[in-house]
């Protein structure tokens, strides 16, 4: 069964303290994984998508990387302004035909930085 | 651009009543779909759409319906509400790249 685990759940950092996100998939064919960040009462913002194993992006102070079994978010010098839930979704080949276009989300790694 | 449009942004329903969730875009994007969000569950795919009049049922599509008449337009009707199906609702669209969600619907059955 396509699965996607993400930790920790919580993460709570000062300002300036570097961390890292991870998200760790199980899926017959990845055709994707894409980052989104939520910030409460809004919608999932696209941040990356990243297609194979030792590809990276960055924006800003995020930096995404993927390897075949995992995917990290690293934040650099976070500030308060990131705080945010980001959320980790794969888009697999389908097992039996059908759209290909379907995400499995993560519940999402809620971030807190303080100032 | 506005996106992803939906609306209305609250509702609350009593058991047994029906509504229709809008959701609009402006992007021509073929790939639509529609997603709930609860607490501690990742969001979950209801029904997706790959163009107009083309529609499919997702991982959890029991008590909603669904129909894309244009490219633009994708609602989500829900029959005859229950509890279970108090959460928050978004939409997404595709065409490419990465997903364009909406700002969400938060639904309450009571």
């Known amino acids: 069964e396509d699965q996607v685990t993400q930790s920790p759940e919580a993460l709570r950092l000062q300002e300036g303290e570097s961390s890292s996100l991870n998200c760790s998939y199980t899926?017959?064919?990845?055709?994707?994984l894409f980052w989104y960040r939520q910030d409460p009462g809004k919608g999932p913002e696209f941040l990356f998508t990243?297609?194979?194993a030792g590809e990276e992006k960055e924006k800003e102070r995020l930096k995404a990387t993927l390897t075949k079994k995992e995917s990290f978010l690293h934040i650099t010098a976070p500030k308060p302004e990131d705080s945010a839930t980001y959320l980790c979704a794969v888009q697999a080949s389908p097992r039996y035909g059908g759209a290909t276009n379907k995400l499995i989300f993560g519940t999402g790694t809620l971030l807190a930085v303080q100032p | 651009n506005a996106g992803v449009t939906q609306t209305p942004k609250f509702q609350v329903l009593k058991t047994g009543q029906s509504m229709t969730l809008q959701c609009a875009q402006d992007?021509?994007?073929?790939?639509m779909s529609w997603y709930r969000q609860d607490p501690g569950m990742g969001l979950r795919l209801i029904h997706y759409s790959v163009g107009a009049g083309i529609t499919d049922q997702g991982e959890v599509p029991n008590g909603y319906n669904v129909s894309r008449s244009t490219t633009e337009d994708f609602p989500l009707r829900l029959l005859s509400a229950a509890p279970s199906q108090t959460s928050v609702y978004f939409c997404a669209s595709r065409q490419g790249g990465g997903y364009t969600f909406g700002s969400g619907t938060r639904l309450t059955v009571v």
């Open positions: 899926v017959s064919g990845l055709r994707g």
């Open positions: 992007m021509n994007h073929e790939y």
């Open positions: 990243l297609y194979s």
